[in-house]
C-alpha cells in the first residue's frame, strides 16, 4: 500500500530539504551589533576621533611643545586623554585633519595622579594647555557586568533546555527522563494512514470474519445491544510467525473508523522500575478518553509471560508489575467501557492464564498457516502489481508452496519478480517463480562448487533412491523434482509436494520415514559405503519416529500413551530411565524395519534406479515426468489433486450470481412467493382459534 501510495503522489521521493529561518540570522546579527557597541569596538562605525598611544613621556614632551588643547584625566582607570591642536594635528598623527576626524586624542597611561595634578596646574599656568579636567567613568560598565555574568546566564540557559528535553518538551520532542512513564502508543485518529482494509487481507476467511464482527459492533452496537449482547473486551490473535496478524490488526485500524493505539509488548520494558506499569495505565487513560477504541499490542508475549510460582527462579519483578497492572486495567475493579484490546503472538503457550480468560481476552482468534484455497487468495492478492505473462498458474503456484505463510508468499513474488529483472525480462513467468521458491527453501545455487565424478554419481545414486522409495510408497508425498546441483549447504536434494493433511496414520508416517531412508539404503546397496550425505535424512527420520513412540502412542511395547510435556522450565523427564529404554529400543526397532524395506524396494526396482540416476547424472535435474517415463504412472492420486478436482467439480456447477437478469428475477419472485405462502399457513391457524373462541 505504501509503494502505492508513493506513485500517486511523486514528491514523496524527493528529499526534503530544511528550511532556513531567517529569525536566526537576523538575531545573531543583532546580538553582534550589541556586543560591538558594549565593547567599544563601535567607534569606527559612528565616526569616533583617532585616537593614539603614548607614554607619559612623550605626553609631557607634547605638552611642553604647545601640542595639547585640553587634558582629561579619568582617576579611575589611570588614564588621561590629551587632545590634541588642530595646528598641531600632523605633527602628532603625521596626517591632515580631515583624515584623522574632529577630536583627535593622544591615550596616556599615568602614574601618581597628584603629580600630575601638579604638572597640569604648572603647564596651565604657563599657557601649555587652555585647560585639565577629570572623568570618573570606568571603561564600559554595562559591557563589564555582561561579561562576568554571561558564564552563569549560558548554565541556567542550558540546564532549562536540558529540563525541557527530560520532560519531553523542546525540539526532540517524544520523551525523556521525566516522560518514561509515558505511553509509546501510536495514535491512528480513523485508521487511513495506514491505507489497509479487509480487501488487501486474503486468505483466513474463520479469522476475518471474527475481527470484522468487532468492527461491526463498533460501528452498529444496537444491533447486538438490543438482543442483550455486549462488546468483547478483547481478542487475542494467535498463529505461527508470517501468517498475517499484523496484517488483521491494520485492515482493523482501517475498517473500524474508531481512534485506533498501536504498539508493542517491547513498549512496555524500560530499565527503569515501574514504567512498565505507569505506560500501561497511560495508554488505557487515553484510550477511555477516545473510547470506544481498539488497543492493538502486537508481541504481547514480551510483557504477558506466565508468572513465575517458584521464588527461586528468580522471576522478573518488574514485568510481572507491568502484567499486574494490565490484568487490571483490562478487568479490574474500574471500567473499560468501550476499549477494546486487539494483541498479537505466536508463543501462546507461554501467557499467564489470567491473561487468557473470559473478560479480559473474550476471543481467541487462530490465524493458521494458510491451506492450498488460502494460498491460492494471496498469491491473487500479491500478483495484482506484478507483470506476469500467460506461463504463470496460480493453482500450480499455490501446490508448489505447501506450509509457506502469507509473508513467504509475498517474498516468492518479489523473488520472482527480482530474478525477472536479473534476466532482463519483460515479464515474469512460471520458472522466475520456481526459481524463487527453490532459492527460499533450498537457498542460494552454488555453481562454483568443485565435485569429481565419482562423488556426483553417488549424490545421484543417493537422490534417485529417494525418488525411487516415494515413487512405490503410497502415502509417500508426490514427487516434484529431483536435482544434484548444490544449493545451501545440501549438495542435492528431493523436491516434493508435501500432503496438507487434516490427521496423519501410522502408514503415512512410516511412508515418509521409509522415503527418508532411501537415499542411505542406496548408497549401501549400489556404492558400497555410506556417507554424511544422508545425516539430515537420519535426523528427520529419528526425531519422527520418536514423536510417534513417545508423544503418538504408536509402538507395540508402548501404545496408547503420550508423554508430552508442557512445563517449560521443569527439568524432571515424565517418565522413567526404563521406559527411556524401552523407547529407544522401540525408535532402533522401527527405523531398522522402515530402512530393511527401502532396501527391498530398491532391488525390486534396481533398473530402474540405475536408469533414474544416469539420467540424473547427466541432467542433473529431472522432473516427475522422467521418473513416470522410467517407472510408468504413479498407482495413487495425491490427497491435493483429489481436492483441486472435488472444487472443479464444484466450480463447474452454475452459481445464481453469473446468470442472466431475467432468471435473478424469476428466482426472486419464487422465493417471495414461498414466504408468502408460509406467512398465510402460519396465520391461519390462529384466525381459525379466534373464530372458534366467539
Known sequence: MDNKNNYNNPDNNQPKMPRFNMNWFYAVVLLGLVLLFLSGGGEALTG?????????????????????????????????????????????????AKEVGPYPYVSVQTGSIDELERYLTEMQKQGKIV?????????????????????????????????????????????????????????????????ITFKDVAGQ???????????????????????????????????????????????????????????????????????????????????????????????????????????????????????????????????????????????????????????????????????????????????????????????????????????????????????????????VGKQDFLDAVDRIIGGLEKKTKVMTAEEKRSIAIHEAGHATISWFCQHADPLVKVTIVPRGQALGAAWYLPEERVITTKEEMLDEMCALLGGRAAEDLFTGHISTGAMNDLERATKSAYGMVAYAGMSDKLPNICYYNNQEYQFQRPYSETTAKIMDDEVLKMINEQYARAKQILTEHKDGHKQLADLLFQKEVIFAEDVEHIFGKRPWESRSQIIINENAADDDVPKLEDMPDEVKQAQAEHEKAVAEARNAETQAPASTTDTAKS
Not at 528535553?165 to 509515558?182: C, D, E, L, P
Not at 468492527?215 to 487475542?236: C, R, S
Not at 500501561?280 to 470506544?292: G, T
Not at 489470567?354 to 498457516?369: C, T
Open 205 to 427: 476467511e474463520g479469522a476475518k470474519q471474527e475481527v470484522q464482527e468487532i468492527v461491526e459492533f463498533l460501528k452498529n452496537p444496537q444491533k447486538y445491544t438490543e438482543l442483550g449482547g455486549k462488546i468483547p473486551k478483547g481478542a487475542l490473535l494467535v498463529g505461527p510467525p508470517g501468517t498475517g496478524k499484523t496484517l488483521l490488526a491494520k485492515a482493523v485500524a482501517g475498517e473500524a473508523g474508531v481512534p485506533f493505539f498501536s504498539m508493542s509488548g517491547s513498549d512496555f520494558v524500560e530499565m527503569f522500575v515501574g514504567v512498565g506499569a505507569s505506560r500501561v495505565r497511560d495508554v488505557f487513560s487515553q484510550a477511555k478518553q477516545k473510547a470506544p477504541c481498539i488497543i492493538f499490542i502486537d508481541e504481547i508475549d514480551a510483557v504477558g509471560r506466565a508468572r513465575s510460582k517458584n521464588p527461586a527462579m528468580g522471576g522478573n519483578d518488574e514485568r510481572e508489575n507491568t502484567l499486574n497492572a494490565l490484568l487490571t486495567e483490562m478487568d479490574g475493579f474500574g471500567t473499560n467501557s468501550g476499549v477494546i484490546v486487539l494483541a498479537a503472538t505466536n508463543r501462546v503457550d507461554m501467557l499467564d492464564k489470567a491473561l487468557l480468560r473470559a473478560g479480559r481476552f473474550d476471543r481467541q482468534i487462530h490465524v493458521d498457516l494458510p491451506d492450498l484455497a488460502e494460498r491460492k487468495a494471496i498469491f491473487q492478492v500479491h500478483l495484482r502489481s506484478v507483470k506476469i505473462d500467460d506461463t504463470v498458474d496460480i493453482d500450480f503456484l499455490a501446490r508448489q508452496t505447501p506450509g509457506f505463510s502469507g509473508a513467504d508468499i509475498a517474498n516468492v513474488c518479489n523473488e520472482a519478480a527480482l530474478i525477472a529483472a536479473r534476466h532482463n525480462s519483460s515479464h
Open 48 to 96: 569616533s576621533p583617532a585616537a593614539k598611544e603614548a607614554s607619559y613621556t612623550t605626553f609631557k614632551a607634547y605638552v611642553e611643545k604647545g601640542y595639547a588643547e585640553r587634558v582629561v584625566v579619568n582617576k579611575d582607570d589611570g588614564t588621561l586623554k590629551m587632545y590634541v591642536r588642530a595646528t598641531k594635528i600632523k605633527d602628532v598623527f603625521h596626517k591632515t
Open 131 to 195: 585647560e585639565f579636567s577629570y572623568e570618573n567613568q570606568k571603561g564600559n560598565l554595562l559591557f563589564d557586568i555582561l561579561i562576568n555574568t554571561l558564564p552563569w546566564i549560558l548554565l541556567i540557559v542550558f540546564w532549562f533546555w536540558l529540563m525541557r528535553r527530560m520532560s519531553g518538551g523542546g525540539a526532540g520532542g517524544g520523551g525523556g527522563v521525566f516522560s518514561v512513564g509515558k505511553s509509546k502508543a501510536r495514535l491512528y485518529e480513523k485508521g487511513n494512514d495506514l491505507g
